[in-house]
């Protein structure tokens, strides 16, 4: 059982998390990383490759499956899931927010796992933040167009200059306790409706 | 819309219990038809009333479901009867010790197999299109006879999870028919709302799952329903309330108002007048997302079972609170355990069966519902005349090893028993 490397199986339906998992274990050490994407076929896979850790995100619903599989393969031993140490409750509390979970084979040493659990954990945090990030600039996006459109049918209505337009939509909007994109978005919508 | 709790006499519950402040109890629940109770509970007004706040958290797997509760994020769940038993058992990833002291429903179950594979029963086994449940699994029996005699690939047949009813339920209509699953089939666990996509692109040949998902694909055309969970035995628990032993211990009280509260729930769930305000909030996104046509058919059990538009109504598919449906009777937990014996999951010994009957708590359910009716809670199963097995077979939880060697179509590692644990 004893490895100078473990190996580890990556199991996530999202390719940027799991090259970001990769990535991230590679550099703390770990060079037998193995990333899948697909579940089906993937009995075979474990057979073939004997992981030592399993990673899984908790949102995939083929984690039953492996449960499963985990009851029929006897190769693999007992895998038995794990967020780091049970008496760890700190450790569980970050595995399961950030949304891993690992199945690790018997006889393993904890702190080699909990090492790797720790760097995917981390790397699924960061991709949350990434994704956070990206979601908000998206958004952000969305809302100067919304703005800029609902400036253009103001000046067009009431043939104000741009000034006077952004001013009365910020003017409304501080009436009425809404977001400016809110303001601008009825304009947009209203416009669409009666023109 | 009658919320019916008035004429109901809480007498269990002593005015001393109901002082204290409103307590937040969290619970995780899969999307599937039989949540409805601890939803009812939550929408309906039912947990508010005995002072609780029911923090419902939709989840994905079991295994999520499991855990989750294992390690406190849950205090209480919606839970496959089987999991509390496999829990106490040490079966299983991460087994944690789990009671269930509240049984959520009967029913809600089918067997739907591929309109594919139902055209060759029917040629094979010169099935009416109106037939029981035995009969289809023969035909089924007959088609694999045929298909290993030619050497096609073995039928492969979804189930949920590997200690799920539908797992069990499964492997015994395979096995009343002849069949046996872990040879002549191939058992493969898909998540339930992707089982009629699975059928549909041929990746299975058939599944047993809960409510909407048979009545789904047969109404996209791809399956035809076969079996339904009361074909194989009435009275069978569905789901369960699973909790942390000590989580019950330390927290009395609560145990006891839920408890109160789901019982509640769960009768104003039976009554047929409730079930369309019922399917309406159980169709949102935030529970089942489903539509809600076919929920509200789901909860009548009027089926369309084949894309020809062949209709049976099954009474009863679903049954929330009626013939003491929600109580916990260990001799159940027993005949769950029988078939984890049967199937090779578990060795037989006399430590084991206490283990397993320990996971249903009617203690609790009597204490906190004031319940003084006699049950039987170690009697025998499947004797009653409305309540048999599909094979005929009655189950004595005093002699389980003999009933499980009784089968004729078994697990052959089931076979060596062992009492040393």
Same mark, same amino acid.
């Given at each position: ?195 | ?58 989840? @994905? ?62 040629? @094979? ?35 949920? /999870? ?7 339920? +499964? ?13 002549? @089939? ?40 076969? %079996? ?35 019982? %509640? ?21 935030? /529970?089942?997302? %489903? ?14 079972? &084949? ?8 009474? &009863? ?75 005929? +077979?009655? +189950? ?26």
């Amino acid at each position: 059982m004893l490895r100078d490397t473990l190996t580890v199986l990556v199991i996530d339906e999202n390719r940027i998390r799991a090259s970001i998992i990769e990535a991230g274990l590679r550099e703390a050490g770990h060079d037998r990383v193995i990333l899948v994407h697909d579940v089906n076929g993937i009995a075979r896979k474990i057979e073939d490759l004997q992981p030592d850790v399993i990673v899984i995100d908790l949102e995939n619903p083929n984690r039953d499956m492996l449960e499963h599989l985990f009851q029929l393969t006897r190769t693999l031993g007992r895998p038995i899931a794990m967020f780091v140490d049970r008496a760890d409750a700190s450790s569980i509390q970050s595995a399961i927010e950030a949304g891993v979970s690992a199945y690790i084979v018997d006889g393993l040493k904890k702190e080699r796992v909990k090492h790797i659990l720790d760097v995917a954990v981390s790397r699924f945090n960061a991709f949350s933040k990434l994704q956070r990030e990206l979601a908000d600039a998206k958004s952000a996006l969305e809302e100067r167009k919304v703005v800029e459109r609902a400036k253009g049918i103001l000046m067009k209505m009431r043939n104000i200059p741009e000034e006077e337009a952004f001013a009365l939509l910020r003017q409304t909007a501080m009436n009425e306790k809404k977001k400016l994109a809110d303001i601008a978005q009825s304009i947009v919508t209203a416009a669409n409706l009666l023109m | 819309m009658t919320t019916g709790i008035s004429d109901r006499k809480k007498m269990a519950a002593p005015a001393s219990m109901r002082s204290a402040g409103s307590r937040i109890v969290r619970a995780g629940f899969i999307p599937l038809v039989d949540a409805s109770v601890l939803i009812a509970a939550s929408e309906f007004g039912f947990a508010k009333r005995e002072g609780i706040t029911l923090d419902l958290a939709k989840d @994905t797997s079991w295994a999520n479901v499991r855990d989750r509760l294992a390690f406190r994020m849950f205090d209480v769940a919606h839970m496959l009867s089987p999991m509390p038993v496999a829990s106490m058992l040490g079966l299983g990833s991460n087994p944690s010790p789990t009671i269930a002291p509240f049984a959520l429903n009967r029913g809600g179950n089918a067997i739907t197999v591929s309109t594919r594979l139902y055209q060759r029963m029917q040629e @094979t086994g010169g099935l009416s299109g109106d037939d029981g449940a035995l009969a289809n699994a023969h035909a089924l029996a007959g088609v694999i006879a045929e298909m290993k005699a030619k050497g096609e690939p073995l039928p492969r047949f979804g189930v949920t /999870y590997p200690f799920s009813s539908h797992n069990y339920e +499964f492997r015994y209509w395979l096995a009343a028919g002849g069949i046996d699953p872990d040879t002549d @089939t191939r058992l493969v666990v898909v998540p339930p709302p992707m089982t009629s996509d699975a059928l549909a692109a041929g990746a299975i040949d058939g599944f047993c799952v809960g409510a909407p998902w048979n009545m789904v694909a047969s109404e996209r055309g791809v399956g035809r329903i076969v %079996a339904a969970k009361q074909d194989l035995w009435p009275s069978a628990p569905e789901k369960v309330v699973g909790m942390r032993p000590d989580w019950a211990e330390s927290n009395p009280e609560t145990v006891s108002r839920l408890i109160v509260a789901l019982d %509640a729930a769960a009768s104003w769930c039976d009554r047929p007048e409730n079930r369309d305000a019922l399917s309406e909030v159980l169709a949102d996104q935030r /529970y089942v997302g %489903a539509p809600v046509d076919i929920i509200r058919r789901v909860l009548t059990g009027e089926f369309t079972i &084949d894309p020809q538009g062949h209709q049976r109504i099954i009474e &009863d598919y679903f049954v929330f609170h009626a013939e003491q449906a929600n109580y916990p009777k260990p001799s159940q937990a027993l005949w769950i355990y029988s078939q984890m014996v049967r199937w090779g999951q578990i060795a037989p010994s006399k430590a084991a069966e206490k283990l397993a009957a320990s996971a249903y708590r009617p203690d609790l359910y009597r204490t906190a519902l004031g319940f003084k009716d006699a049950v039987d809670d170690f009697g025998a199963e499947g004797v009653a005349e409305n309540d048999r097995f599909i094979d005929g +077979f009655a +189950f004595d939880p005093a002699s389980i090893e003999t009933y499980v060697e009784r089968f004729p179509v078994r697990s052959r590692a089931a076979s060596s028993a062992s009492d040393e644990t």
